[in-house]
């Protein structure tokens, strides 16, 4: 059967000589030189690894699908983190499915031959004159190291009798045709709890990325005079460091924070539309996502003067002794939540002694009150997600311990709203995070993001010999 083309309006008829031009008259571009991705041998592993927790069952993982932007323009497509962890693949559509004997087979729309249909010079979505080249079924099984199949002879109402589980609320024709069983939520979670511990290859992943973001801060820092000048200077700042993650990476990891001013205190502020001043500090939350789409998450806060005025400094020593006290407790075997409260318990005592709030340490921190001014946790999980392995049960991520090689932002800040009638007047309207990203190890942590100054005279120093 002929699948029908997704045509757009700037698609104009063909007559049957047309389309008969249009099928020969083409050379051979079948490649030959086609050689395995460096994730093929990580991915069998994985793959392995699921087939092992959910023997003699049928698993299927849909890639997801294309997304509307606006009537026929789609948004670039990126596939589901866990297609992407077992297969390394990232083409629309595509289903992996691994058999009841532990076999995988990749569904997957191969390159459409020239010889054949109109698909590839008219179909806007998966044409090739439109979208580019895809591999065909040879190519792809050498890519991906994997048996690879037409994505029209996948049937997922086949053999109803075996077990079958799948990863649904991804790819709408797939939870359609497949069987729902009751076993579908059990592997949404694993497929979030096997992340949650890093391999080699991975953690090389992360560390190019988190590197690329490093060096798109420093884009920022040096593009400052420009965007001081312009209207639109956040957003001017949001361009440089886009323009770093398009270069070095995939794209950027989340939508950028790029906060100046009282910006700052809007936990996700993404419009990135203000002014910068000159007397206001910036907050810069961004990350580049690597080509094999592993995110970076690193924030800095820093003077847009390059000098940090006394109150801003005491806010900011403020939260970077906290982030230091919670570093100071990563080790294999620490509940996870126990570097959040780190670094509240030394907030709570600042914000004490400054006069804000009263009572004891620990009184404080049983009530909360602390809260008004930070607002949130202190740090996530880190890998394909920047809030990675979401699914993941609270007793092996949130209430869980920490093992050797998960991967973790730790990320205190202060907020302080401008209209807030608590503080002191020079404090309103300041905002401050700083954000790094780390690797349990067996004795301890790797700062991951070390090429970024911290403390706040280093801050100062590495703007300096940046202008």
Known sequence: MTEPLNIGSHDLPVTDELAAFMRTGWADTR???????PIAPWAAKRRAALASRFPGERLVIPAGTLKVRSNDADFRFRPHSAYAYLTGAGEPDDVLVIEPSGESVLYLRPRSPRAEGQEFYRDRR???????RRPDLAEAAELYQVECAHIRDLDL???????ARVLRGVDP??????????????LETFLSEMRLVKDEWELGELQHAVDATARGFEDVVRALPQALAHPRGERYLEGVFGLRARLEGNAIGYESIVASGAHACVLHWIRNDGRLDRNDLLLLDAGVESDTLYTADVTRTFPLSGRFTP?????????????SAAIATLRPGARFREFHLAAMRVITEGLRDWGLL???????????????YTLCSSGHMLGLDVHDCARARSEVYLDGVLEEGHVLTVEPGLY?????LTLPEELRGMGIRIEDDLTVTADGAVLMSAALPR???EIESWMSGLA
């Open 126 to 132: 998966y044409g090739e004159f439109w979208a580019g």
């Open 173 to 186: 024709s797939v939870d359609a045709r497949a069987p729902r069983g009751g076993g579908d939520a059990e």
């Open 358 to 372: 009263k009572g004891s340490t620990d009184e404080l921190m049983e009530t909360g009150l602390y809260r008004r």
């Open 311 to 323: 109150a801003q400094r005491q806010a900011y020593e403020l939260v970077y002794e906290a982030q």
């Open 416 to 420: 302080f709203q401008p209209d807030d």
């Open 157 to 163: 109402g086949r053999d109803l009798d075996r077990p």
């Open 31 to 37: 490649r030959t030189d086609v050689t395995a991705l």
């Open 455 to 457: 403390h706040p005279d």
